[in-house]
C-alpha cells in the first residue's frame, strides 16, 4: 500500500470540493453568485463519483482469494476490504447529503457551511480511499482524475 | 447581369442574414444556458450514484466468500 503524502495533496491545491462548494474559485460566497455555479459543483461532484465508483470497482477485483485476484502481498485481505468499503459508505453518506443540499440552493443563497463541510469530509475521503488501494497504472490514473475535479 | 437584379439579390442576401443572424444568437445563448443549468434528470442521477455506491459497498461488507 502506497502513502500519499503532505506533498501529494498539496499539489491538489484548492481541490475541487471548495471550489465546488463556492461555486467559483475566488471565495465567492453565495451558490448562486457566479455564471453557472451550480454546473461548476455537480461536475466536481460528478467526477468524484466517477472516481470513487471506479476505486471501488478496482478495489473489489483485487480482495484476496477470489478468482483473479493477485497473489499474496498485492492483494487486498478481507478485513481491509471492509475497512474500505466501509469509507464508501461515508461516501454514499456526505456526497448524498452533499448533493441534497447543493440541489435545493436558490440562486443568491449564501452556500452554508454544512456544505463547506461535507466537501471538504468527501474530498479527504476520497483521497484516503485512493491511497488505501495497491500501487499501479489504474489506481493513478484515478489519482489523476480526482485531482482535476 | 442586370444590375437590378443584383441589387434585388442584395436585398433578398440582407433580407435572409436579419433574419438568421438574431436567430443564430438566441440558438447560441439557450445552447449556453441549457450547458450551465443542471437539469433535474442530472440530479436524480446523481443522487442515486451514491445510493449505488453505498449499496455495493453494503453488499461486500456482507459477502462471505
Not at chain 1, 455564471?35 to 468524484?48: H, V
Not at chain 1, 475497512?83 to 443568491?108: H, M, N, V
Not at chain 1, 463547506?116 to 489506481?139: C, F, H, N, T, V
Request: hydrophobic share 45%; net charge neutral.
Amino acid at each position: 500500500m502506497k502513502v500519499l503524502t503532505r506533498s501529494t495533496f498539496a499539489g491538489v491545491g484548492l481541490g475541487f470540493l471548495l471550489l465546488a462548494a463556492c461555486g467559483c474559485a475566488n471565495g465567492c460566497a453565495t451558490m448562486g453568485g457566479g455564471t453557472g455555479a451550480k454546473r461548476t459543483a455537480y461536475d466536481g461532484l460528478k467526477t468524484t463519483q466517477i472516481v470513487l465508483a471506479a476505486a471501488q470497482q478496482l478495489e473489489i477485483l483485487l480482495v484476496c482469494d477470489r478468482p483473479g485476484a493477485p497473489p499474496a502481498g498485492a492483494c487486498v485481505p478481507k478485513p481491509l476490504h471492509d475497512q474500505i468499503q466501509g469509507y464508501f459508505l461515508l461516501a454514499e453518506d456526505y456526497g448524498g447529503k452533499l448533493t441534497a443540499i447543493t440541489r435545493s440552493l436558490p440562486k443568491g443563497t449564501p452556500t452554508p457551511g454544512e456544505a463547506i463541510d461535507l466537501a471538504l469530509k468527501l474530498r479527504a475521503l476520497a483521497w484516503k480511499i485512493l491511497s488505501a488501494l495497491p500501487e499501479g497504472p489504474e489506481a493513478k490514473e484515478l489519482e489523476t482524475k480526482l485531482a482535476e475535479a | 447581369m442586370d444590375i437590378n437584379k443584383l441589387i434585388k439579390i442584395a436585398q433578398a442576401v440582407g433580407d435572409v442574414v436579419k433574419v438568421v443572424s438574431p436567430a443564430a444568437t438566441e440558438i447560441r445563448a439557450r445552447l449556453a444556458a441549457a450547458r450551465v443549468e443542471v437539469t433535474e434528470a442530472e440530479w436524480d442521477e446523481l443522487a442515486a450514484g451514491w445510493v449505488s455506491i453505498g449499496d455495493t459497498a453494503r453488499s461486500e461488507i456482507a459477502r462471505k466468500d
